[in-house]
């Protein structure tokens, strides 16, 4: 089976637990005003591969990632949900923990399978309304948390992610509504709070398109810091 994947990166220490090999797939249907990855949006931009040749790709670093594993980012990488089984499936073979780092925004049969099949789904919870989720991302909170109900019932270990942006929802209300959205869900084992940066202009002025947050200052780590004690 081939799939579409946008980069590798060989050793991140920041898209689950341990040193991790993190897979860029292309595509996503969301289009965030803080998206890092605008060159992952369109799929059939990224670099066409198999499930066999993105394997070997991921175990040269075998031996740095035994402690760690493979995270699929992107984009959203469950828009590619049957071709990662595949994948996934592949290395659970060879002892790879494998993570997900998803919207929450696809759902199908494959997705389900997908999600069974990994180790950890890290869920960017984008904004903590719905009114704000289609403002600033165009998808939806409701489908979101359907997703982690999903997770919920699977038992499926979980990391929330949570981007806080300046004049958006850098504020305390914020994350405690977060909090609140949470509660019910024993599968949360992690809350992350995620500074708002802008490293991401010059890939903009590349693609052509307009960075709608590019005179926001960046979000301060030590603000980050005290909205930790609302989670």
């Known amino acids: 089976m081939k799939g579409y994947i946008h980069s590798i990166q060989s050793m991140g220490t920041v898209d689950g637990p341990g040193v991790r090999t993190v897979v860029f797939m292309s595509g996503c249907p ?5 998206c890092h990855n605008p060159d992952t949006w369109q ?7 198999s499930s066999e040749d993105l394997v070997n790709k991921i175990l040269r670093f075998k031996p740095y990632i035994k402690n760690g594993g493979v995270t699929f980012s992107g984009g959203e990488p469950c828009l590619q949900a049957e071709f990662l089984c595949e994948v996934s499936s592949l290395l659970k073979k060879e002892g790879i923990h494998v993570a997900l780092d998803t919207s929450g925004c696809v ?3 494959d997705v389900d399978r997908l999600i069974n099949i990994t180790d950890l789904v890290l869920l960017d919870i984008k904004m ?4 704000d989720y289609i403002k600033y991302t165009g998808g939806s909170l409701y489908k979101t948390l359907e997703f982690l109900r999903k997770l919920e019932a699977v038992g499926k270990d979980t990391w929330i992610r949570h981007v806080v942006v300046t004049g958006i929802n850098d504020n305390k209300e914020d994350v405690k509504r977060l909090s609140r959205l949470l509660k019910e869900f024993s599968c949360v084992r992690k ?10 202009v010059e890939k903009y002025m590349q693609i052509g398109i307009p960075f709608l947050l590019e005179d926001t200052a960046e979000t301060d780590e030590n603000l980050i810091l005290e909205l930790y004690k609302y989670c």
Not at 30 to 34: K, M, S
Not at 43 to 49: A, K, L, R
Not at 128 to 131: D, G, L, S, V
Request: hydrophobic share 40%; charged share 30%; proline share 3%.
């Open 30 to 34: 969301l289009r965030c005003i803080y």
């Open 43 to 49: 799929i059939d931009d990224g670099q066409i591969i």
């Open 107 to 109: 759902s199908g049969r």
């Open 128 to 131: 903590t309304t719905e009114a």
């Open 191 to 200: 809350i992350e709070l995620l500074p708002f940066k802008k490293l991401c």
